[in-house]
């Protein structure tokens, strides 16, 4: 993939792409013994989904990493050097990508995570087993940081339930929380990426980022199952500041 020259990245230095490179011959779930027919679809779309196979190809913990990593292809928040938190970060893929981005390794970048449940090992991250809803979790994320964050991450999730309208509150439930935290940690200019569900409630969020943020985009990425209701909100330039730790 072509550089671009955005976003301070180092030529040579980008991933191989946000995108499988092939894909193969279309696999068949050869027994249905022991399975329902929800979990035989699922299995089929897992065994012929081109996303699963590349995040296996590429070590990434899951497919959700594409996902990030077409956002930041199109909107160029993950720079060398800046400061991430990723809200949920288990299994890891989001925390991954990051740390590919911002190369830790090789600049003042940190990449942080958080999660109650606890992730394995990263390099170049730190994964905290913490609920980030904990009082103390916004003093505890800087003081790894270092100071205030460049980007806050949400890809969370609550499990579905089958209904489509308390599935869409649980999720709009965890993106405003992310969003309120994201206001305690982000330093002005700071970029705040969460997933979201269609459903009607989505505009209130949308209205408060607007007020928080210069700019708001709600996104799909190619990454994102087509019969799927989640969007993502890439939420730039935000308007606080004059906090400790800035």
């Known amino acids: 993939m072509k550089n ?34 929800s979990s035989q679809r699922w299995l089929q779309r897992q065994l012929n989904d081109p996303y699963v196979a590349e995040a296996k190809k590429r070590g990434y913990r899951s497919r959700a990493a594409f996902k990030l990593l077409q956002l930041d292809d199109q909107f160029r928040f993950l720079k060398h ?27 003042q970048g940190v990449v942080v995570g958080i999660d109650i449940t606890p992730v394995e090992p990263i390099a170049g991250a730190t994964v905290l087993a913490k609920d980030f809803y904990d009082e103390d979790a916004p003093n505890i994320l800087r003081e790894h940081l270092g100071g205030l964050a460049d980007v806050v991450l949400s890809d969370m999730a609550a ?6 309208q308390i599935d869409h509150l649980r999720i709009m439930g965890l993106a405003e ?10 330093k002005p200019g700071g970029t705040f990426v969460a997933k979201v569900l269609r459903g009607g409630t989505e505009r209130q969020l949308l209205d408060r980022l607007k007020r928080d943020f210069v700019k ?18 890439v939420a730039t330039g935000f308007r606080g500041g004059g906090r400790p730790g800035q």
């Open 159 to 164: 499990s579905a339930t089958g209904d489509p």
């Open 4 to 37: 671009r020259g955005k976003g301070n990245r180092p030529a040579g230095n980008r991933p191989t792409g946000s995108r499988p490179t092939g894909r193969g011959a279309t696999v068949r779930v050869k027994t249905a013994r022991g399975r329902t027919v």
């Open 81 to 107: 050097g800046a400061r991430v938190i990723d809200l949920g970060a288990a299994p890891g893929g989001w925390t991954q990508v990051a740390v590919e981005r911002v190369h830790p390794e090789r600049s």
């Open 216 to 233: 708001v985009r709600h996104v799909k990425p190619e990454a994102s199952r087509a019969d799927s209701a989640e969007m993502y909100v």
């Open 177 to 186: 929380a992310a969003h309120v935290f994201a206001s305690e940690v982000l």
